[in-house]
């Protein structure tokens, strides 16, 4: 089974409207992170926003928010106020507390903001 | 540049032949990995280093890769006798380990685009 789901393999929005990139994962472990990235047509891997599982506030970074729903184990990042740079490859991933510290990422998110 | 970087940006070779990368984490950082990445997935880890130890190797880490981190500073990733599949890009990323705590955040290179003709 997939650890980490991303359902939405492109995704368009109008610049400075918001937009919401999903984000489900799998674990029986009680401790983890998860942690968003972007990735630009460049290729470099840009760090984003973190939640750990035991943070009880959503993760909020500049325009970036994290919407951490644990019970249906989604983390959903939220990023307000689109700009033309935003549009890239975004990747949620997982780091468990009893499964090393290699993170798993999803298969991503393409995200296109327009004009 | 105090960023994670990585030599060569891309690399074309034939099949059969070694190839060598090179990644330099940022200086304070002693944890050190290395993922792969195919066109349209997200990157799968390869192998990661706590100092010069090599901790922990996927599966995906066959007999003809090989990692090094000598002096628990930079790393090269090495692989031999180069298949077509090997073509991918290759990303390096560090941490501060056990200073970071749980959160430890990974900071990635901009990676290594290898191309096996």
């Known amino acids: 089974a997939q650890k980490i789901t991303q359902t939405q393999p492109g995704m368009f929005v109008q610049e400075k409207e918001a937009v919401t990139l999903d984000c489900t994962y799998d674990t029986s472990d009680q401790s983890y992170g998860l942690f968003w990235y972007k990735q630009p047509s460049s290729g470099e891997m840009i760090f984003l926003i973190y939640q750990g599982s035991y943070d009880e506030q959503n993760a909020t970074e500049g325009r970036y928010s994290l919407n951490f729903q644990k019970a249906r184990k989604s983390a959903n990042l939220v990023i307000s106020a689109s700009q033309l740079g935003d549009s890239a490859m975004y990747f949620c991933?997982?780091?468990?507390?009893?499964?090393?510290?290699?993170?798993?990422f999803g298969p991503g998110t393409r995200l296109s903001v327009l004009p | 540049d105090t960023g994670v970087s990585q030599d060569p940006r891309h690399k074309i070779t034939k099949r059969g032949q070694n190839v060598t990368f090179r990644c330099d984490p940022i200086s304070e950082h002693n944890r050190l990995y290395w993922y792969r990445q195919t066109l349209g997935q997200g990157p799968e880890f390869l192998t990661y280093f706590q100092n010069e130890a090599q901790l922990e190797k996927s599966r995906l880490l066959s007999d003809r890769f090989s990692a090094e981190r000598p002096k628990g500073s930079f790393s090269t990733l090495e692989i031999q006798r180069t298949e077509q599949g090997d073509s991918a890009m290759y990303l390096c990323?560090?941490?501060?380990?056990?200073?970071?705590?749980?959160?430890?955040?990974?900071?990635f290179g901009p990676g290594t685009r290898l191309t096996v003709l």
């Open positions: 991933a997982m780091r468990e507390w009893n499964y090393g510290q290699n993170f798993v």
């Open positions: 990323a560090s941490s501060l380990g056990l200073a970071g705590g749980f959160t430890d955040t990974q900071y």
